[in-house]
Each structure stands twice: as structure tokens, then as C-alpha cells.
């Protein structure tokens, strides 16, 4: 296979200062991608900023000879997810790829965790990644071509104290699902990453930048093995739209939302009684589908009424 190169390509990584998002926009520059490194420079939690984390990840990419500009604007307003597109408008004159990789975790569950812990994630997750995915929208459309790729977590799957996170998390997948059905017309792609790398926000001590990429790789659970997933999915042959990826550890997998075949009940109105005797047929696995999207979803779950119709006219 030949080298994928993102030459004449312009991406957009936010969260890109430390971790995964610094190993995304290393590895699309090294590929010969022009890349706007994003990054508020905060805590895990949120709180702060800092110019040092982009504009270090800046002077790699350009030492290595790539080309790269830093930008530390706030995903989490409408105003800052708009000037991250206009630096890479401004820079270098379009925009092909966004990877919203920006997040903040504070950890807490039910009952102790306050409705402002899940207001903050879903602010920079949620909202963050509409933001940016908002603005860089009527370039893609002009042009007739872009890439996307939201971060979602594993952390979907539920652990017990990190509630906010997880449920901002899920949003992001029903945010590139709808994204994906408007950007088809257009060239656009919109797919998921949930990473799995050592990093501070998956538990890892706050260590320098250096120090954080060693205890990694010792961990066998480096950002450089989440960022190839990545740069395909940015990549302009990448042939899937609105799906969910995982990355880590040397281990490449899909996830997906699926539904159970279940049981249609035809003998009169069901009862709470009904659900309750037929309980093991409507958690059967076997013959599950994959909804490209809603409207699938609600064709095959109604297809026995469709059925049902199709008779009533023959007879």
C-alpha cells in the first residue's frame, strides 16, 4: 500500500498541547498535513490556561520540519470554536480536517456529583465539539469535501465515578450520528474515536509532558498507538461515515450501537405480563442489526407493521 499523506491538506486539532491530541497533530504534520495546534492550556479539570503546551507542540512539528500554527482558544464558546477555524482560515487559507479532541474530566458519581461537574463536561465534550465542527461547516460544504472526528469514550460503557463524563461522552456519538446523515450530500464525513493511552486523564500522574510520554510507553499504552486510527479516519479514502473506533495498546476495533431482532406480539394489546414472559426473546443477541441511522432503525422495528399493511391490501 502506498503512503496516506495529507499534502495540501489543513487540519485542525484542538486538545492538542499534551497527550493524544499532541500525538494526532505530530503524526498528520509528519504525514504532510498543515495543522493548527489547539490547546487552552488548562488543568484535567478545566481550570486555567497556559500558551506553553500548543506553542511547544508548534516548535516539534516545525522542527521536524512540518508546518504548524498555535491557537488557544476556547472550544467551549461559540465565539472560541469560531476563531479556531479563522486561525487555520487565516494561516494557511482553508480548512479539511477537525479533530475535537479537547476534554477535562472531574471525576464524581451519584449522589455527591453536582449538576455544575456535569454542565462543565458537557460544555467542552458537547458543546466544544459542535463548536468548532459548526464553524469549520460552510467551508466543507464550499468545498465540497471535509473530515471530522469527535472523541467519545469508553467510558460510555458506565464506571462508577465519572458520571459527567461519560454522559457528555455519549452525546458526542448522537452529535456525529445526525452529523454524519447532513455531511454525506457534501463530502463530509463525521466519525468517533474512543482512545485508550495512559494519559493524565485516564488516571496517569500529572507529570511533565516528557515525563507522562515515558510512563506511557513503560504502561505499553502510548498516544503515538491511538493517533494511526485517527489519521486514517481524517484521511481523504476513508471509506466509513458516523461510525465508532477504538485505538490503543496496538489494538484497532469498532464499536457499535446494535439492536435485537425482539418480539413482536400480534394477539391483542400487550400487557406489563407480555414483556415479562417474552423477556428472554427481546434480549436475544442473535440476529442483531447495525441502524445506519434513525429512519433504519425505525424501518426494520416497524417492519411487521409494514407487513401487516402489505396483507390487509391482498386480502
Not at 63 to 90: K, L, P, Y
Not at 119 to 147: I, K
Not at 190 to 197: C, F, G, R, W, Y
Not at 281 to 308: C, R
Amino acid at each position: 500500500m502506498s503512503e496516506l499523506r495529507f499534502d495540501g491538506r489543513v487540519a485542525v486539532i484542538t486538545g492538542a498541547g499534551r497527550g493524544i491530541g499532541r500525538a494526532h497533530a505530530r503524526l498528520l504534520a509528519e504525514r504532510g498535513a498543515k495543522v493548527v495546534v489547539n490547546d487552552l492550556g488548562g488543568s484535567m479539570e478545566g481550570e486555567g490556561a497556559d500558551a506553553g503546551p500548543a506553542q511547544s507542540v508548534v516548535e516539534e512539528i516545525v522542527a521536524a520540519g512540518g508546518e504548524a500554527v498555535a491557537d488557544t482558544h476556547d472550544v467551549s464558546t461559540r465565539e472560541g470554536g469560531q476563531a479556531i477555524i479563522d486561525t487555520a482560515i487565516d494561516a494557511f487559507g482553508r480548512i479539511d480536517i477537525v479533530v475535537n479532541n479537547a476534554g477535562i474530566i472531574r471525576y464524581g458519581g451519584l449522589p455527591e456529583v453536582a449538576l455544575a461537574n456535569l454542565e462543565a463536561h458537557l460544555d467542552v465534550h458537547l458543546v466544544g465539539s459542535f463548536n468548532t465542527m459548526w464553524a469549520a461547516w460552510p467551508y466543507f460544504v464550499e468545498q465540497g469535501y471535509g473530515r471530522v472526528v469527535l472523541t467519545t469514550s469508553s467510558g460510555v460503557f458506565g464506571l462508577e465515578n465519572n458520571l459527567s463524563y461519560a454522559a457528555a461522552k455519549g452525546g458526542v456519538i448522537g452529535l456525529a450520528r445526525s452529523a454524519k446523515l447532513a455531511g454525506e450530500p457534501h463530502g463530509i464525513k463525521v466519525n468517533l474515536i474512543a482512545p485508550a493511552a495512559y494519559t493524565r486523564m485516564a488516571g496517569g500522574e500529572p507529570l511533565d509532558e516528557a515525563a507522562q510520554e515515558a510512563a506511557a510507553v513503560q504502561a505499553g499504552m502510548p498516544s503515538d498507538a491511538v493517533a494511526p486510527m485517527v489519521a486514517y479516519l481524517a484521511h481523504e479514502s476513508c471509506p466509513v461515515n458516523g461510525e465508532i473506533y477504538t485505538a490503543g495498546a496496538g489494538r484497532f476495533g469498532r464499536i457499535f450501537i446494535a439492536s435485537t431482532e425482539g418480539y413482536v406480539h400480534q394477539d391483542g394489546p400487550p400487557t406489563i405480563e407480555t414483556v415479562a414472559g417474552n423477556w428472554d426473546t427481546i434480549n436475544d443477541e442473535k440476529g442483531y442489526f447495525v441502524p445506519s441511522g434513525l429512519m433504519a432503525w425505525s424501518g426494520a422495528f416497524l417492519k411487521h407493521q409494514f407487513a401487516q399493511g402489505l396483507d390487509s391490501e391482498a386480502s
